[in-house]
């Protein structure tokens, strides 16, 4: 467990080095991230090298014991580089290339670019390959922020067009593929296919997913690349990239193949209020974070990363970049950083060490103000720091890995597929993985999130978000697992090639399940269809209700099923089969942690709802407990010499640890 800061010494007079780094060390500051936009100061001009800057602010930092993430400087390509090769920039679907004057301004399939960027990450890897000081590595800057996935450039199409060749071998394929037979839409050869863009109205929809897939692999080979070169020239360092919270735009398990650390940018306030959530969960939460956001992150950035995951960025104070940025609560930042540990972290860097007093991010807190004194983010960092030390002594055992008995498949080219073909203009793949996610987590259940290829065995219990394009050996590895396991609607709903399956859906599972869906409908936000548990005779009302989608069920005569809920039509609304449950509906809240918590019951596993607000996590010999909520939180029955953090009472904001019994 190790704590990090972000630090760019290129923003503040050389003088203040010094005594910034001995500050870090004296705050229990391990880890320094550096340099990630500072290409413009490194290569000033084409060709001419300025490494004495950088060559000092590194010494110094060694010098007071700290550790150096050192990163490769593509995220900023500088101006005289664009003016030179204008072809760089990423060009969006209105046609027109998207500027310089802000950040991430490259295209992925830029030939031009992807030289550059060889030659400065070779020229920084060279540098600093063998410094002792430097102990890791961070490919570029948060990959496809401000949507730039996805380039409509020549470059691209050109690109894509080889993409597809190698996909489909012949034009033929290609045609049946996407069923081009359709409106006429057959091509020649692969010379005549154009990016999906720009059509009179709804390109074809397997156009459009190739070319998401393609925008993905894309930033696979640009980040592969990276690490080659960071490998020859640092061999033995670990290799980290910072992806973005909940950002689903190119496929993370891909990119993280490369890599040796998975890490990602917490900040939960600003995700709040910019994500789907409803207002009145914006403001109930709002100055805390949702009780289930960071951690779903955590887990999702844990089950891809071959060490122990980081969290690169750290939310310390209110963010700059939302459309309204409140500060948190006092307690949050040190209860962030501990759950972030509590689910397996190696590290908490927190963004950044002092607050900028200029250009677009002046308004985001740091550890400290922009007049250099400590914020209360600072001294919520240095009592974690404490806290540390404190666990350590402890010998708790506190960072050993525990599997969990739940999994969640979570899997990126569903939120695309999604996206391209939504039938509903609110289905919102990633919002409903997070909802059960939720409802593990409000049963006070550990989750590992793993993609679909992942191994199952020993799982207990596993959790399929609305997964449309099923590996063909999905349900075989279901069935092996013995676990209990939930499949989300509109799962085996598509082929590969985004049709519908010759059998319907749910496509690989329907022989299992004996069941096909003959019929599907999209609900608008105000239309909810009401959903009776079967046997509960006690409510004259709803049990709950389906929202967003609503799979009408067949099931086969004469094959023994349960049906576990319906719909006040009569329509099935959870189907079980043997191990595997099929919901035909997103559910409310409230039913959804019902059923979950059924299933979980028929898994072996104990799990009961939590007060609002409150999660626990187990990690190692410890179990932590952190409360988000407005209440004090009373812990029964663990002995109070079993506490390493806190006491059994868990404040508002609070934390604890205890020793596992």
């Known amino acids: 467990m190790h704590l990090g800061v972000c630090y760019y010494p290129e923003h503040w007079p050389e003088s203040m080095w010094e005594g910034d780094a001995l500050r870090m060390k004296a705050l229990g500051i391990e880890r320094v991230r550096i340099a990630e936009f500072a290409w413009s100061r ?4 084409p060709g001419e090298f300025d490494w004495g800057w950088l060559d000092r602010a590194i010494d110094v930092l060694d010098r007071s014991g700290l550790r150096i993430v050192m990163c490769t400087p593509t995220a900023t390509p500088p101006k005289w580089l664009i003016d030179h090769h204008p072809d760089i920039l990423p060009v969006g679907p209105d046609g027109r290339a998207r500027g310089f004057g802000s950040r991430r301004h490259y295209d992925f399939s ?10 400065i990450c070779t020229a920084v890897a060279k540098r600093y390959g063998a410094h002792p000081a430097v102990a890791f590595w961070q490919t570029d800057n948060e990959f496809g922020c401000h949507q730039t996935v996805v380039s409509y ?3 691209a199409l050109a690109r894509f067009r080889a993409w597809l060749r190698a996909r489909y071998g012949t034009i033929d394929a290609l045609n049946r593929a996407w069923g081009n037979v359709f409106w006429s839409m057959e091509y020649r050869g692969f010379e005549e296919i154009d990016a999906p863009v720009g059509t009179v109205t709804e390109a074809n929809p397997s156009h459009r997913l190739d070319y998401r897939r393609f925008a993905s692999d894309e930033v696979v080979r640009f980040n592969r690349m990276q690490a080659d070169i960071i490998r020859a020239h640092s061999p033995g360092r670990p290799i980290a990239h910072n992806f973005m919270q909940l950002f689903t735009e190119f496929d993370h398990y891909d990119v993280a193949a490369d890599l040796d650390i998975a890490t990602w940018d917490s900040y939960p306030l600003g995700a709040l209020e910019e994500l789907w959530f409803a207002p009145e969960v914006k403001a109930r939460w709002l100055r805390t974070g949702h009780p289930d956001f960071a951690s779903f992150n955590h887990d999702v950035y844990r089950g891809m990363s071959k060490l122990p995951f980081w969290v690169m960025e ?10 309204w940025n409140p500060s948190p609560l006092p307690g949050m930042v040190r209860l962030w950083s501990w759950e972030a540990f509590a689910h397996g972290a190696g590290c908490v860097s927190y963004f950044r060490w002092r607050q900028a007093p200029f250009a677009q991010e002046q308004m985001h807190a740091g550890l400290h103000t922009p007049d250099n004194r400590l914020d209360l983010g600072g001294t919520e960092a240095g009592q974690v720091s404490d806290e540390i030390q404190t666990v ?3 010998k708790a055992d506190a960072t050993a890995d525990v599997k969990s008995s739940v999994a969640l498949v979570y899997d990126y080219p569903a939120k695309w597929l999604f996206e391209v073909h939504p039938q509903g203009a609110d289905f919102h793949y990633p919002r409903f993985a997070f909802e059960y996610y939720c409802a593990l987590r409000a049963l006070g259940l550990d989750v590992d999130v793993v993609p679909a290829d992942a191994p199952l065995d020993g799982y207990r219990m596993i959790v399929v978000p609305p997964l449309p394009v099923v590996p063909h050996d999905l349900p ?3 069935a092996s697992s013995g676990a209990q396991v939930v499949l989300g609607p509109r799962t085996g709903s598509k082929t590969a090639d985004l049709q519908i399956p010759a059998n319907l859906p749910p496509g690989p599972f329907a022989e299992s399940l004996s069941l096909r869906v003959w019929r599907a409908e999209s609900l608008r936000p105000n239309v909810t269809v009401t959903v009776r548990l079967s046997g509960d005779e006690s409510n004259a009302g709803q049990d709950g209700y389906g929202r967003h989608w609503r799979d009408l069920i067949e099931l086969q005569p004469g094959v023994e099923h349960e049906v576990l809920a319906a719909f006040d039509d009569g329509h099935p609304a959870c189907v079980q089969r043997g191990g595997l449950h099929y ?3 997103l559910f409310d809240e409230a039913l959804t942690t019902r059923l979950i918590a059924e299933i979980a019951k028929r898994a072996g596993l104990a799990a009961g709802l ?3 607000g409150v999660r626990i996590s187990r990690r190692g010999g410890l179990t932590y407990v952190f409360n988000y909520g407005e209440r004090a939180h009373l812990i029964e029955g663990v002995d109070r010499a079993a506490f390493v953090i806190g006491q059994p009472q868990v404040e508002p904001q609070g934390i604890c640890a205890y020793r596992s019994t």
């Not at 490194?42 to 001009?45: A, G, N, S």
């Not at 750290?314 to 459309?323: E, S, T």
């Open 314 to 323: 750290q939310q310390p104070g209110p963010v700059n970049w939302a459309h």
């Open 610 to 612: 939590l007060p609002e």
């Open 110 to 119: 830029s030939p031009t670019y992807f030289e550059a960027a060889q030659r």
């Open 583 to 585: 919901f035909a509906s």
């Open 476 to 478: 075989a590895r279901l």
């Open 42 to 45: 490194i290569e000033p001009t």
């Open 153 to 155: 450039s020549l470059a």
């Open 392 to 394: 350590l002594a402890a």
